[in-house]
């Protein structure tokens, strides 16, 4: 008897504020707080330099650009972004803060036009624009249909779990948490009776432990546990112990499906451990960086789409297929053989130290073997 299997997808940090708000049909208002830019327009005429012109007022479905037709070939049973930016018009930015995100509410239908289910937004943006501003984005999220979790009215609610049905019976439950390590406010932090994110105190063991034994009560047979943090630098392909050590708590509780990290702007060395992917960097999917340089080497103009598909009744890793894309002109499209072979290189390297390699397949897509 053949088993059924749940695939899902997952990326790394979708920014769709800023630059990429500005080409969308209703831009927010452009100025900004940066300390030598401010008017977020500079960042769509910065990637023009870079890549040639890109239209305005585009379909919501452009920044995709063939992202979708690929997601969509693989029918994932939920998709799961860390959303990067507020959705708001709250005109009230973090003081002193230096980078304030924001998209405009009725630019929403670039998230629905991808199908996204799951918006994780226990991140070090997404109260840019104050906790008014959370409270838009949150509420605009969920009028949309799109699930949230990392952020909330209360530390419960931030705390909570976005769930998704599975035509098998079962569910995927998203926890989203964030760490200070990625520059998310301590003020930020939601409290008993105060909104915020779903902050972590540090990445021990114990912290880890308690998230798993919560997650242990509320997950049934045939739920799949997604844990989904925020931490660590932009750059650099280090993978602190405490984030390896935390990763392995959570699996460890036997409760956690898959660990999936970002916050790094460049993939990072990913691991299977006990069975579980653990993926410490996603690498930004979408963002306004086209035209920024200082940090070419680590190539992140390439976006990883992650799918690891599963066991349904037992949870059991089957395959890790990773989609290469490339963000061009504010658009993603399949990435080239040269930065395929690029990357199954550096991610190998970078995966030896846990067992793991990447190979090539059709179509130029990547397997992760352990």
């Known amino acids: 008897m053949a088993r059924t299997v749940v695939r899902l997808f997952l990326a790394g940090d979708v920014m769709t504020g800023r630059g990429i708000d500005q080409i969308l049909p209703t831009p ?22 870079r890549n040639g012109p890109i239209p305005r007022h585009v379909a919501f479905d452009y920044v995709w650009g063939t992202a979708l037709g690929a997601v969509a070939r693989l029918a994932p049973a939920a998709r799961i972004v860390n959303l990067e930016t507020s959705v708001t018009v709250a ?19 670039v998230l629905t036009a991808a199908g996204i289910d799951v918006c994780v937004v226990a991140n070090n943006h997404v109260i840019d624009w104050g906790f008014a501003g959370l409270d838009e984005t949150l509420a605009t999220l969920r009028a949309a249909g799109i699930r949230t979790a990392g952020a909330g009215a209360n530390a419960d609610e931030a705390a909570a779990p976005a769930i998704v049905g599975l035509e098998e019976g079962g569910h ?36 880890a432990r308690a998230i798993g034994t919560r997650i242990a009560r ?22 602190p112990s405490e984030q390896r050590a935390f990763a392995h708590a959570l699996v460890d509780s036997g409760a956690v499906d898959i660990v999936q990290g970002h916050s790094s702007h460049h993939a990072k060395g990913i691991e299977v451990y006990r069975g579980k992917p653990m ?26 789409a992650y799918f690891p598909m599963f066991d349904a009744e037992t949870g059991e890793l089957i395959e890790l297929r990773i989609v290469p894309m490339q963000m061009k002109r504010f658009s993603l499209h399949g990435a ?22 990447i190979e090539a397949g059709a179509g130029n897509e990547l397997y992760v073997r352990w």
């Open 336 to 357: 080239s053989p040269a930065d395929v072979e690029w990357l199954k290189a550096r991610l190998t390297r970078e995966g030896e130290r846990f067992g793991t390699k």
């Open 279 to 304: 993926i410490y960097g996603c690498g930004d999917f979408v963002n306004d960086y086209e035209g920024i340089s200082g940090y070419e080497e680590y190539r992140g103009d390439l976006s990883l």
């Open 91 to 109: 005109e009230d930015a973090w003081p002193a803060k230096g980078i304030n995100y924001r998209m405009h509410p009725k630019n929403i239908g």
């Open 28 to 49: 927010s208002e452009a100025g900004i707080f940066e300390s030598y830019v401010h008017d977020a327009r500079a960042y769509v005429r910065l990637a023009e330099q």
């Open 218 to 239: 509320q997950k049934a047979a045939g739920d799949l546990a997604v844990v989904s943090v925020h931490w660590g630098s932009n750059w650099g392909y280090s993978i």
């Open 172 to 207: 995927v439950l998203v926890y989203g948490c964030g760490s200070q390590t990625s520059g998310i406010p301590a003020a930020w932090a939601a409290g008993s009776r105060a909104p915020g994110v779903n902050l972590v105190d540090d990445l021990s063991l114990a912290t």
